[in-house]
C-alpha cells in the first residue's frame, strides 16, 4: 500500500512541476529564467526538506501521521501557487511599479518572490521520502526500503508527466490538472 501511495504522490509531484514550468514561461517568456526558476526551486525544495527530516530526531510512531500531513500541505500548497503564480505581476504591480524601468531588478524580485512560494510545497515533498524510509523494518532493510520507495515514486513522476501531457491538460485545461493533482495528495494523505 504504501508503495502505491508514494507512487500517487510521484504522479502529483511531476504534475505540479509541469504546471509551474508552463505558469513561468507565461510570467518570464519561454526562457531560460522559467526554466531556472522551478527547475532550482524543485530542486531547492526537495534538498531542504530533506536536510529539515536528517537534521530533526524522529519519531518512529507517528511516520504516517507525519506523511499524511506533508501529503497535504503539498496538495493545498502546490495548488495554491496554479492559483497565485499567474497573478504575481498583476498583484504585486504596486509594490513593483517602481521597478518597471529596470526589467533586470523587476525580473529578479518576481524570481524571488516565485522562487519563495515553490520552496513551501517543494520542501514538503522532499522531507516524505526520509520520512517513509524511516519506517523501515531493520538496517539490513534500508536499502530496500529506499529503492523500492523511490523507484515507485519515480515511476509515479513519469506516470504523471505523460498522464499530463497526453490527457490532462487538453481534456480539463490547466487548472483542472491543478485540482486532480491535489486530489491525488488529499488520496495519498488519506491512504
Not at 504534475?15 to 508552463?22: A, D, G, K, Q, V
Not at 504516517?64 to 504585486?92: D, K, M, N
Request: with cysteine; hydrophobic share 60%; net charge positive.
Amino acid at each position: 500500500m504504501i508503495n502505491a501511495i508514494f507512487f500517487l504522490s510521484g504522479v502529483a509531484a511531476l504534475l505540479f512541476e509541469n504546471i509551474w514550468f508552463r505558469q513561468a514561461g507565461l510570467i518570464f517568456g519561454n526562457s531560460v529564467w522559467a526554466s531556472s526558476l522551478v527547475l532550482s526551486s524543485f530542486m531547492a525544495g526537495l534538498a531542504l526538506g530533506n536536510g529539515l527530516v536528517a537534521f530533526r530526531p524522529q519519531k518512529h510512531g507517528d511516520a504516517l501521521r507525519r506523511y499524511a500531513f506533508l501529503e497535504l500541505i503539498v496538495g493545498i500548497t502546490g495548488f495554491g501557487l496554479v492559483l497565485l503564480l499567474p497573478r504575481i505581476g498583476e498583484s504585486l504591480f504596486p509594490l513593483l511599479a517602481t521597478l518597471v524601468d529596470n526589467p533586470v531588478a523587476l525580473g529578479a524580485v518576481r524570481f524571488v518572490l516565485a522562487f519563495s512560494m515553490m520552496v513551501i510545497p517543494t520542501a514538503a515533498m522532499g522531507m516524505t521520502l526520509p520520512i517513509l524510509v524511516d519506517r523501515a523494518p531493520s538496517r539490513e532493510l534500508f536499502g530496500v526500503t529506499l529503492s523500492r520507495l523511490y523507484g515507485w515514486n519515480t515511476l509515479g513522476a513519469v506516470f504523471g508527466c505523460i498522464a499530463g501531457e497526453a490527457l490532462l491538460y487538453g481534456k480539463l485545461g490547466v487548472l483542472g490538472t491543478g485540482v486532480v493533482a491535489g486530489l491525488l495528495n488529499f488520496t495519498a494523505a488519506l491512504l
